[in-house]
């Protein structure tokens, strides 16, 4: 007695050796039918998703190139101060109004110490304004003058925390500058008193009688 023979292809539970098992069950025109209707639809998915994923990412890789183009033409010829200046400090920013240049300082001064632990004692002092010759298209722009609010701090730590808290304030970008800076260390304590006084520019609003 003969045993049925069994056609594992059509009991797959795969979908593709199915799909394939069905293909090859076509006429030679059905096979090639098949074959041009997967070609279209990867034509269709190339078409209308892939290309234009493909020629918006080459109109921003042309666009950054040509931004550093222009940086790299501009930064032709310039004094080696001038460049030495802009790897030391960065970009720039325009100053905005003193008042929210208060706020931010303060608010970064505390932020610092908050993470590193520390109390310091704290003495903003109100805006001092600059000679009229420091920036005064952007001054007059705002309605006002050039102005710097400077925050005395004290505070006492480890040297590794001191360092730290001073590399802090100064990559913060609220704080435009460490005016003054005094270390004071104690040998016996091992520790190191700190006076430091930070800066912040902005644009000092001219009153109604036309003072600042």
């Known amino acids: 007695m003969s045993t049925p023979t069994t056609n594992n292809s059509a009991r797959s539970r795969d979908p593709f050796e199915r799909a394939l098992h069905a293909y090859h069950q076509l ?15 990867g034509f269709f998915v190339l078409d209308s998703v892939l290309w234009p994923i493909a020629d918006d990412m080459n109109r921003r890789a042309d666009r950054m190139e040509l931004v550093l183009r222009r940086a790299s033409a501009r930064s032709e010829g310039l ?35 908050k993470k590193k632990n520390i109390n ?6 109100p805006a001092q304004p600059l000679p009229g010759s420091v920036m005064p298209d952007v001054a007059s722009a705002l309605g006002g003058t050039m102005g710097k609010t400077v925050a005395e701090v004290r505070f006492e730590g480890s040297p590794e925390a001191v360092l730290s808290v001073i590399s802090d304030l100064d990559a913060n970008p609220a704080i435009d500058a460490i005016g003054d800076l005094r270390l004071n260390y104690n040998p016996g304590t091992k520790r190191v008193g700190v006076q430091m006084t930070l800066e912040k520019w902005g644009v000092v609003k001219k009153t109604a009688r036309g003072g600042a």
């Open 120 to 125: 310091p004692g704290q003495d903003v002092r």
């Open 27 to 41: 006429p030679r025109a059905g096979r090639w039918g098949a074959i041009g209707v997967i070609a279209l639809g």
């Open 79 to 113: 004094p080696s101060d001038v460049e030495q200046s802009v790897l030391a400090h960065g970009p720039n920013t325009v100053p905005k109004a003193e008042t929210s240049g208060k706020e931010k300082l303060a608010a970064a001064i505390a932020e610092v110490f």
